[in-house]
């Protein structure tokens, strides 16, 4: 059973870097069919997609937080990781990783459980 | 607002069936793109439980359905249990300039 863990600090100070790894098990990263995303739920909002990584490094991100964001892949460590540069207050969020299938149709088949991440002084 | 809409709540008594619609436009699920849905319980990993418009992973009980026409999608749910609060969300791809994978704005799904 594939198994996503998203893991970082819960508290970020307007400004600074938010950095969340999200820790695969039960798969390997490798695998050619997936791309390895995250997910942000804001307060109050729906589910915005943030982009993906692929095992290769390949990345592709919502155009509303390019230049922002950052994914990359660590394939010895089966793990992928974001980091968002200058957060505000606007970027408080429960952030999911999930697996996303490469093929049609592209849904993504396992999540993790969410990380509520909120940026304040 | 999310790319998708969605009613914000539904509710239904135990054995009683649900639907909820999921609205995009021609450039999402109007272009053909197919549409997902997820079940969420706070503080769960979200849960795949349709994919493809009408198809369910294996383990997702057959009281749950999807469908799909035109620019919308719904998702119906037969013979309620408690088990089944939860929000639910649907998702497709959207190929206007703005974003990729769009979602709905969830439905909060309570059980009377």
């Known amino acids: 059973q594939v198994q996503l863990q998203e893991s970082g600090p819960g508290l970020v100070k307007p400004s600074q870097t938010l950095s969340l790894t999200c820790t695969v098990s039960g798969g390997s990263i490798r695998s050619g069919a997936y791309f390895w995303s995250w997910i942000r739920q804001r307060p109050g909002k729906g589910l915005e997609w943030i982009g993906y990584v692929y095992y290769s490094g390949s990345t592709h991100y919502n155009p509303s937080l390019k230049g922002l964001v950052t994914l990359s892949v660590d394939t010895s460590k089966n793990d992928f990781s974001l980091m968002m540069t200058s957060v505000t207050a606007a970027d408080t969020a429960v952030y999911y990783c999930?697996?996303?299938?490469?093929?049609?149709?592209?849904?993504?088949?396992?999540w993790g459980q969410g990380i509520l991440v909120t940026v304040s002084s | 607002q999310s790319v998708l809409t969605q009613p914000p709540s539904v509710s239904g008594a135990p054995g009683q069936r649900v639907t909820i619609s999921c609205t995009g436009s021609r450039s999402n699920i109007g272009a053909g793109y197919d549409v997902h849905w997820y079940q969420h319980l706070p503080g769960t990993a979200p849960k795949l439980l349709i994919y493809?418009?009408?198809n369910r992973p294996s383990g997702v009980p057959d009281r749950f359905s999807g469908s799909k026409s035109d620019t919308s999608a719904s998702l119906a749910i037969a013979g309620l249990q408690a088990e089944d609060e939860a929000d639910y969300y649907c998702?497709?791809?959207?190929?206007?300039?703005?974003?990729?994978?769009?979602f709905g704005g969830g439905t909060k799904l309570t059980v009377l």
């Open positions: 493809g418009n009408t």
């Open positions: 999930a697996r996303l299938l490469t093929s049609a149709p592209n849904y993504f088949d396992y």
């Open positions: 998702q497709s791809y959207d190929d206007s300039l703005s974003t990729f994978w769009v």
